[in-house]
């Protein structure tokens, strides 16, 4: 079992940034790869940004690329997401995941075995 906990969301004004970051416990022997997805309200949960678990490749959202950075820190067990110029249409509740895909498999949300609760990012224009 893996507990997931999402932080750093919040309020920002467009062009702004966050980080936000995934604390790991229980089994975090740094197995799982871990992806970010988002859900804006009224909408499906979308694919953010996703890394293996050496961290050695990273996967990105087209809506994202550019924008954001995701990375992983495993002697912590925690994965961050750093969001760069932020937009109107990045507000959303942000998910951190867990799970034993590769590759763009990271990209779908059934890949992933572990979730966590959420934390809100709103981007005021």
């Known amino acids: 079992q893996v507990q997931l906990v999402e932080s750093g969301g919040g309020l920002v004004q467009a062009g702004g940034s966050l980080r936000l970051s995934c604390a790991a416990s229980?089994?975090?022997?740094?197995?799982?790869?871990m992806g970010w997805f988002r859900q804006p309200t009224g909408k499906e949960r979308e694919f953010v940004a996703a890394?293996?678990?050496?961290?050695?490749?990273?996967y990105y959202a087209d809506s994202v690329k550019g924008r954001f950075t995701i990375s992983r820190d495993n002697a912590k067990n925690t994965v961050y997401l750093q969001m760069n110029s932020l937009k109107p249409e990045d507000t959303a509740v942000y998910y951190c995941?867990?799970?034993?895909?590769?590759?763009?498999?990271?990209?779908?949300?059934?890949?992933?075995?572990?979730w966590g609760q959420g934390t809100q990012v709103t981007v005021s224009s």
């Open positions: 995941a867990a799970g034993l895909g590769s590759g763009w498999y990271l990209a779908n949300a059934a890949t992933y075995e572990y």
């Open positions: 229980g089994r975090t022997d740094s197995s799982y790869a």
């Open positions: 890394i293996t678990r050496s961290g050695g490749n990273t």
